[in-house]
């Protein structure tokens, strides 16, 4: 095949009409073609409607296709015409299959993409973060993951999800999965309940500890327990014990950036699930002996332009001084390069970057660059940014960092 663009969208332009009929509301043809495309080319399942295909016979249909009109000779040259632009490639001969759910841009997915995974099927609402994914991935997410019934995702070994943190009913404690309907937890549930994949990973803000009292992620494990999967928390303490025990426990599930190698001071709750019996205990991985430092993201030649205002540095200075008279915790945080670490960049950097400033003598401090806020969450340099700069802060400051899933990664396929 001398084209490759042209096999590409010769290859996308083949299958589309096979893939109408699969579409799921909220979806787009692209995610379904662009699973289908992935799923031939590491080997996996295609994502179909059971009730007008069978998976597998739709495939080596599809296959077929492809064959007859010269797209397709073996699975190794079809994998290099379909993916040869890709900054970030996945695995041609995957140990396991995952699928990433909440996907954002694709943090969680690298991390284990790198320790030998591949993805199987994604979802991700928000069009921004879908185009970031599309072009470091090659596959459209699919959409609302309500909208996807759970039977028709392929199999797979690890499900991920970085799910948003919902209140859940204090009706009582006792209907399990339907304690979280209405909640996109109640969607997780149902995929694991359904395709039983043999481990999860559930990350989400380390306030989920304390959300509610305590009385939301007493909800959480409790549904997980019922539904047959276990965590470090000993079942007996999550259906008998107190949220004060539950929340001591959860707080070993936490991990920070900074010890995996990244000078962030980001931490977030991992909350590693494996089917009933698969394991007695899940060892977290252990923090690096890595100084880390913040010149170790930094460009050697920022943009004059990430230079702040006169402006917007009174300002900062202005509220910081009022905020510490009346007792309230805003800060502007200002590094330098020797620093160990960062301020947690949040998802609304884009606006004053207040959370994280770099001290620059004789000038006002400024913000990160774009590229700077990837390094900070652990995304290689290949990887493609979002041409909306808004977008691109937007997009880091609401993805994990991806050197502390990597770390996951590897224990939890050491165990599969």
């Keep these: 095949m001398t084209n490759k663009n042209d096999a590409l969208k010769q290859a996308e332009k083949l299958l589309t009409p096979l893939a109408l009929p699969h579409i799921p509301q909220e979806s787009s043809i692209e995610a379904v073609v662009d699973q289908w495309l992935h799923a031939i080319a590491t080997d996996s399942k295609f994502y179909c409607n059971p009730n007008i295909s069978c998976p597998e016979e739709l495939k080596n249909s599809a296959v077929s296709h492809l064959k007859e009109h010269a797209l397709y000779k073996t699975r190794e040259t079809f994998y290099d015409d379909v993916f040869f632009q890709l900054p970030l490639k996945p695995v041609l001969n995957p140990k396991f299959r995952f699928i990433d759910l909440f996907a954002g841009i694709g943090g969680v997915r690298l991390g284990f993409q790198q320790n030998g995974g591949a993805c199987v099927f994604s979802s991700e609402f928000d069009k921004h973060a879908q185009q970031t994914y599309k072009a470091n991935h090659g596959e459209v997410p699919f ?3 309500t909208q996807v019934p759970a039977s028709e995702i392929p199999d797979h070994d690890v499900l991920l999800a970085g799910f948003p943190c919902q209140p859940f009913s204090h009706a009582g404690l006792k209907l399990g999965v339907e ?14 309940t359904t395709k ?19 009385h939301t992620l007493k909800v959480i494990l409790n549904t997980l327990t019922n539904i047959g999967y276990s965590c470090n928390i000993p079942k007996e303490v999550i259906e008998h014990g107190s949220t004060k025990e539950i929340q001591k426990l959860a707080k070993e599930m936490v991990l920070k950036s900074v010890d995996y190698g990244i000078p962030q001071n980001r931490q977030r ?4 699930l494996w089917r009933d019996g698969e394991i007695e205990k899940f060892g977290y991985p252990k923090p690096f002996e890595k100084i880390t430092t913040v010149g170790d993201i930094l460009e050697q030649d920022p943009d004059p ?10 300002g900062h200075q202005r509220r910081k001084a009022q905020n510490k008279i009346n007792g309230k915790g805003f800060g502007f945080g200002i590094v330098t390069a020797e620093s160990p670490y960062t301020n947690t960049i949040s998802a609304r950097y884009y606006k004053d970057g207040s959370e994280v400033l770099i001290e620059q003598p004789g000038r006002n401090p400024r913000k990160l660059s774009p590229r700077e806020a990837a390094r900070l969450q ?10 909306s700069k808004v977008q691109s802060y937007k997009q880091f400051g609401n993805s994990v960092t991806v050197d502390v899933i990597n770390a996951l990664a590897k224990q939890i396929a ?3």
């Design 305 to 314: 332009k990430l230079t702040i205002s006169d402006k917007l540095w009174a």
């Design 269 to 272: 709750i991992y909350i590693v």
């Design 414 to 416: 050491a165990l599969l």
């Design 378 to 387: 652990g995304f290689p340099d290949e990887f493609e940014l979002n041409p």
């Design 143 to 145: 959409g609302d993951i």
């Design 179 to 192: 304690d979280t309907r209405g909640t996109l937890f109640h969607d997780i549930a149902n995929i694991l």
């Design 196 to 214: 039983r994949p043999r481990f999860a990973l559930l990350e989400n803000v380390k306030g989920l500890i304390s959300h509610d009292k305590g």
